[in-house]
């Protein structure tokens, strides 16, 4: 994908955008809401076209999609689209008879977890439920190329692990995956490379530990002072410094050695008790939301 | 696959769909076959007696039940699957588009037969009333050609539809003017009114059906036969804007 561009009336949703996801990988597109993802996956899954740029995927212009790119191609929508009042069993039959090599049946049912659902109306399905059956729908077919629109939105906890588990496997399979996300622990679990798409433009790409590292600070120290009143070291003032109305202050520190080292000192001389105390390396969504934040500005 | 047991497996399963949401199956099949009873209380006297009350309406009714099937109830079906997301879902995967247009079509088909046969077999066993042998294609002419330009056209109004909220508004403001103008519940035969039910197909498909029912009347077969072609063109041009205007994606 080169120079992709996107434009509702003047507003530009994608700005030339250049994107490579090597084949067998999974490639997460991560973003605020707004930010383009879905126009960006539209445009590849052939729903949307292009204002600019050149667009390949499997080898093939999305936009001219025909049958037999179709039959290599797994899509999951953002917004689900499986007809209520079938049953789980008949949407499944009826989406695997579309494709000449489909996945089996019990196989698909087992895999996100709807066995015997079979007969259950898909009316009847919880929010995740659904969603887990829209991924068997998108998988159905065993698609060299699947598309995830926020896949696991609106899973539990456990389901969203077993989904993960069974993407990978997927992926392992030699699938390649391409899915939006704005989970940053999704990206982080799932993605050989990420790329962070803000207002239509990439502004950050990597692997998850590339973009944690790519930030400014690196390491947060956590701690609630009982007293705000509390004046804080002048050294420690070379770390970024944020004290929240509630007392919660945090330290972004490129030399956490040191930086708690003053901070530890300080405390003892003054006998200031520093509750809660935790020091924890960035996160994807500490490195996420700074880059988001930078890019705005 | 192929694409005729894709067809048929889609028509299937829009069956499945029709018969398990209880207010379309109930509107679609009883609406008309409550009709067929008012019309049957209601015009005995106006219109010179019972026997002749249903030669009229008889086929009125058919043709308004077929109209019900392929237009009211396969446009609100589409506008519906639309917003849902579930044409985009299909769009997505090899299933042919024609494949899944054919299904769509091929179910209120089969609903408009089995309304017709209703209609038809109340009408013999009250009312002895039978359509000649000779005239019999000229009725099941008119009911597969009514049925497939009414489908058409049910297709193509979804293209004006802007969101499953303003369907009822579209697709009963486009049809119930026409119900009520072309002779089918109201006896309307002649006046301006006439004249502009005479240009849209409603009109053509009841005289086309009781051309096929009333020998007797002053419509000759061969009125029946033009009022097919009129309703065919009808389908054609609804045909031509389903196909260039159709949508797949929820509007917004």
Known sequence: ?297 | MSGLRLAAGRARLENRVFWRNPTAAFFTIVFPLVFLLVADVALAGPLGGRGQAARFYTPSIMAFGLITACYTSLAMGVVLAREAGTLKRLRGTPLPTWAYVAGRIGQPLFVAALLATLIGLYGALVHGLTVPLERLPLLLVALTAGALSFSALGLAITAAVPNAGAAPAFINATILPLLLISDVLVPLDQGVLATIAGLFPVRHLTDALRAAYDPTAALAAGEGTSSILVVGAWGLAGLFVALRSFSWSPRG
Request: hydrophobic share 40%; net charge negative; aromatic share 6%.
């Open chain 1, 1 to 297: 994908m080169q120079g992709l561009t996107k434009r509702y009336g003047r507003r530009e949703v994608v700005r030339n955008l250049d994107l490579v996801v090597q084949a067998g990988t999974v490639f997460a597109l991560l973003g605020p809401n707004g930010a383009g993802k879905t126009s960006t996956i539209e445009i590849l899954e052939g729903y949307r076209e292009r204002t600019s740029g050149e667009v390949e995927v499997l080898g093939e212009d999305p936009a001219r999609g025909h049958r037999a790119w179709r039959e290599r191609v797994g899509i999951m929508l953002q917004e689900g689209g499986v007809e209520p009042y079938l049953t789980v069993g008949e949407v499944l039959a009826a989406t695997r008879s579309y494709y000449r090599r489909p996945r089996s049946q019990d196989g698909l049912l087992q895999a996100v977890a709807l066995t015997g659902e079979d007969d259950t109306p898909v009316r009847r399905l919880s929010a995740g439920q659904r969603r887990r059956l829209e991924l068997a729908l998108a998988v159905c077919g065993s698609p060299e190329m699947l598309f995830l629109d926020e896949p696991t939105l609106g899973f539990d906890p456990a389901a969203r692990r077993a989904a993960w588990r069974w993407i990978r496997e997927l992926a392992a399979e030699g699938t390649t995956v391409l899915l939006t996300t704005n989970v940053m622990e999704e990206a982080g679990a799932l993605a050989d490379r990420l790329a962070i798409l803000v207002d239509g433009v990439v502004v950050a790409e990597g692997t998850p530990a590339e973009v944690v590292g790519g930030g400014v600070s690196k390491t947060v120290i956590r701690f609630r002072l009982g007293d705000p009143a509390f004046r804080l070291p002048h050294d420690l003032l070379d770390a970024r410094v944020m004290v929240g109305s509630d007392g919660l202050v945090e330290l972004h520190t490129e030399e956490p050695v040191r930086s708690l080292h003053q901070l530890t000192e300080w405390a003892l001389e003054q006998d200031i008790g520093l509750r809660g105390l935790s020091v924890t390396s960035r996160s994807l969504e500490e490195a996420y939301l700074e880059l988001v934040d930078t890019a705005r500005q």
